[in-house]
DNA sequence: TCCTATGTTGTATG
DNA sequence: ACATACAACATAGG
C-alpha cells in the first residue's frame, strides 16, 4: 500500500507517543521483516527505558529516533503503523510492539515484506545522511532527472519511475500518476525523451510529490476525480477525458494510462 | 483453484 | 563493471 505521502502519514501514527520512554519491546525474532538485524533478539534490550524523541522520513523509509538509536523502517507492500492502547494483545501480524506508558507503538504486516534496522550514531550518519535527494528537494535537478533517463535509456519509463535510488518515494500509482499528468506513454524509452518532455515530466514529478502529500500525508484525505488516482484501480475505468483507461503489465508492473492523453 | 496486490532484492544474462 | 529481465519473498482476498 504505502508510497511516498502513506508512510508520511504512518510514521505520524506513532507522533502520539513522543517524548514517552519504552517499557518493552517485542518481537519475533525470526520474522522476516527483521532479516537485515545481525541479532534482532539484542533489539529489545538496546530500546529498552530510551525515550521516543524523533520522527523522520525519506522516501519510503521511515527513522524513529530513540536517545542514541535510531529505528529505520520499510513498510514494504502490506506495513502499517498505529498505536494501540495499552491492554492491546499483540496479534498474529504484529511484529514490532513498542511498549510505552500511555500506548503502544505496532508494526503490523501480513505479508512481511518491510524491514526494519537498528543503527546507532555511526550508523545513522552513513546510512540515513547519504540518501539520494527527494524529489520536492531543491538538490533534485532536471539536470540530474536528464542524466539518470540517460543511463536506464533502455527501460520503459514506468520502471524508471519506480527506481528508488533516483525517486524515493515513487510507487506504482504515483508513477502512474506522475505519467498521466505528463502525457507520456509509460512504455516509452527512459532514453527517448525529448528536453522539453524531461523538463515537463521533472515539473509533474515534484508536483505530485507535493500534492500528494499535502492531501494523503497528514489525515489520509481522498485525491480529487481531477486525478488519475480514484479511477485507476481496476478494469473498466475512464480517464477524467472519457476515455477507457488501459491496464497492462509495463516493466512487470501492473500499470494504468489513458491512450488518448498518453500517446507513444 | 487461480489470480491479483500501492515493493525490493538476488540472480542470470547480455 | 554496468544494465536489463524476472523469479522469489508471504499472505489475504476476490
Not at 498521466?180 to 516509452?188: A, E, G, K, S, V
Not at 524531461?198 to 500525508?217: S, T
Amino acid at each position: 500500500m504505502p508510497e511516498l505521502a502513506e508512510v508520511a502519514y504512518f510514521a505520524n501514527r506513532w507522533r502520539p507517543g513522543l517524548d514517552e520512554r519504552v517499557r518493552e519491546v517485542v518481537i519475533h525474532p525470526k520474522a522476516r521483516v527483521f532479516r537485515e538485524l545481525e541479532r534482532p533478539r539484542a533489539m529489545p534490550e538496546q530500546l529498552a527505558r530510551k525515550r521516543f524523541q524523533e520522527i523522520r522520513t525519506h522516501g519510503k523509509q521511515m527513522l524513529f529516533g530513540f536517545e542514541d538509536r535510531w529505528l529505520v523502517g520499510h513498510l514494504g507492500m502490506s506495513g502499517k503503523l498505529w498505536c494501540a492502547p495499552v491492554n492491546h494483545r499483540v496479534e498474529k501480524h504484529d511484529h514490532l510492539v513498542i511498549r510505552l506508558r500511555h500506548r503502544q507503538l505496532v508494526f503490523t504486516d501480513p505479508r512481511m515484506f518491510g524491514s526494519w534496522q537498528l543503527l546507532d550514531e555511526a550508523a545513522l550518519d552513513s546510512l540515513w545522511n547519504h540518501l539520494p535527494p527527494e524529489v520536492t528537494d531543491r538538490r533534485f535537478t532536471k539536470a540530474r532527472l536528464a542524466a539518470f533517463l540517460q543511463r536506464r535509456a533502455r527501460r520503459p519509463l514506468k520502471a524508471v519511475l519506480l527506481m528508488q535510488e533516483c525517486f524515493p518515494g515513487i510507487g506504482n500509482w504515483m508513477a502512474d500518476e506522475v505519467l498521466w499528468r505528463t502525457q507520456l506513454d509509460p512504455r516509452r524509452l527512459a532514453g527517448s525523451l525529448t528536453e522539453p518532455e524531461v523538463a515537463a515530466l521533472w515539473k509533474k514529478l515534484r508536483l505530485v510529490c507535493r500534492q500528494a502529500m499535502r492531501i494523503i500525508g497528514t489525515d489520509w484525505g481522498t485525491p480529487p476525480r481531477t486525478w488519475l488516482f480514484p479511477h485507476r484501480w481496476k478494469d473498466g475505468g475512464c480517464c477524467p477525458c472519457g476515455a477507457p483507461l488501459v491496464r497492462e503489465d509495463v516493466g512487470g508492473r501492473t500499470t494504468c494510462w489513458c491512450p488518448t492523453c498518453q500517446e507513444s
